[in-house]
């Protein structure tokens, strides 16, 4: 099972903000499992803390804005990404200003960084969500749109287009996150000669020249504007009849503008403040319709904050029902555990097929039968007893008994016709023979029983 991590120790970047024009540096610090990430402007009297979640976007106009109260921090997205793709789930980071710095305009610095002071894996699982349907967001007016679809890892595909001779359609890539450092961290931002002006009007990009963006000429302009938005920019003075690409340093790659797209992605899927299992499809994708996708995706996880098991039932099981015989002292009619499919450090996934011969339907009830709520209560320890069975020297000669049972919920009738998957974990480490578990039964994706049960482990006599 896969833990959370979080940084081994501090480091520190100093820069210009981009839109500002600041001096600022920003520091990263090791946080405790299930932090999160969340930001504190030190600079402010009460140094506020912003978690950095979707709801507290507050501006997706050149890059994510967040904010608590007055407070706010913008271009935070290059970030988020370095830490989302090295797996980083617990992060505070503290800002003396209201932006990040933007260093030259990628993720690589960051990446540089936390390779420098390293990951520490920490105790607590990582809290993966994964996709089991299509879930999309469009926008009509700009043609954006973001679908996601089940995939068994987190994976990206960013397809832009531009009504530009110079950029018009490109589309990059990322199946691995692993190959983050590689294929994507270095990918800078980029803006078109006719997007400067109106940004400078705005009281934008202060920060921003050649060292830390692309900047795309595609249409002509007469020589004297282009001298003057030069000017403005602290660039060199160029021909105004060549169009093309001007920066200080050559492309990466030649569709770098569609992998830095796919960067701000990853960075604002950080926000979603959960890992993803699912492949990301984006068309035209910007920081507006990424917010507008990240919350719609923290609204689908508060609906189904527990999720079904995978049940693939062609796979061989890890425990069939010779081996659970062999755990349990449990028979005909109450071994109510039929396989177990999946073991995990402190988890346990089985399978119970409810079929209209079960003995209790007879008279629970003859005319609507329905499986009584202690039998499946029963039916969740059974699952526990084999999980904790499972982690001892010589199963067989032990044995687990019911101590107490709490917060039990019954969602929906069980009945004949229903595959119950039961996923129960330790609450923490068993001491003196007793341990806590807590049990979900699921029909199809709905939970339809939770409890939490305490055991106690004893010897055969």
């Avoid at 099981?317 to 028979?331: C, F, K, Q, S, T």
Wanted: aromatic share 8%.
């Amino acid at each position: 099972m896969l833990k959370q991590k979080t940084l081994k120790g501090s480091f520190s970047l100093c820069g210009k903000g981009l839109h500002t024009g600041l001096n600022l540096t920003v520091t990263f610090y090791p946080a405790e499992e299930n932090h999160g990430y969340k930001i504190k402007r030190i600079d402010l009297p009460e140094q506020p803390v912003i978690d950095a979640i979707a709801e507290n976007v507050v501006d997706t106009q050149r890059g994510t804005v967040l904010a608590k109260g007055d407070a706010r921090v913008s271009t935070v997205e290059h970030a988020m990404a370095a830490l989302y793709a090295h797996g980083i789930d617990n992060c505070l980071m503290e800002v003396n200003g209201p932006e990040f710095p933007i260093l030259d305009g990628s993720a690589i610095e960051y990446i540089e960084k936390i390779k420098q002071v390293g990951i520490e894996e920490q105790n607590t699982p990582k809290d993966f969500y994964v996709i089991h349907n299509k879930i999309e967001v469009k926008d009509e007016n700009s043609g954006s749109c973001i679908t996601i679809l089940p995939d068994e890892q987190f994976s990206i595909t960013s397809m832009i287009s531009f009504n530009s001779s110079v950029l018009s359609s490109s589309f990059a890539t990322l199946d691995d996150m692993a190959n983050f450092d590689k294929e994507i961290a270095a990918s800078r931002t980029f803006a078109f000669v006719r997007e400067i002006q109106p940004l400078l009007n705005a009281g934008l990009i202060k920060g921003g020249d050649l060292n830390n963006a692309i900047v795309i000429y595609e249409h002509k302009l007469p020589q004297e504007q282009l001298d003057q938005l030069a000017d403005a920019i602290g660039a060199a003075r160029l021909d105004a009849n060549e169009l093309g690409y001007i920066q200080t340093k050559p492309l990466v790659w030649q569709n770098e503008p569609a992998r830095h797209k796919l960067l701000d992605i990853i960075g604002d899927m950080a926000l979603i403040g959960r890992p993803i299992k699912g492949r990301i499809i984006a068309t035209r994708p910007g920081h507006t319709i990424n917010n507008k996708f990240a919350r719609l995706m923290r609204k689908e996880i508060r609906m189904h904050s527990v999720q079904a098991p995978i049940y693939d039932p062609n796979k061989e099981p890890v425990m069939d029902i010779n081996r659970i015989r062999e755990l349990l002292p449990h028979r005909y009619p109450m071994q109510l555990v039929d396989k177990v499919i999946e073991v995990g450090g402190n988890y346990i996934v089985g399978v119970k097929n409810e079929t209209s011969n079960e003995p209790f339907f007879q008279g629970h009830f003859p005319t609507e039968p329905v499986m009584p709520g202690v039998l499946q209560v029963e039916a969740m320890a059974q699952c526990g007893g084999l999980l904790v069975l499972s982690q001892v020297e010589d199963p067989e000669k032990w044995s687990t008994y019911f101590m107490k049972i709490d917060d039990v919920k019954f969602r929906q009738k069980v009945v004949p016709g229903d595959t119950l998957l039961f996923r129960v974990e330790m609450l923490g480490i068993p001491r003196r023979g007793i341990a806590t578990m807590k049990g979900y039964i699921f029909v199809g994706e709905n939970v339809v029983t939770e409890a939490t049960f305490t055991a106690q482990i004893v010897k055969n006599k």
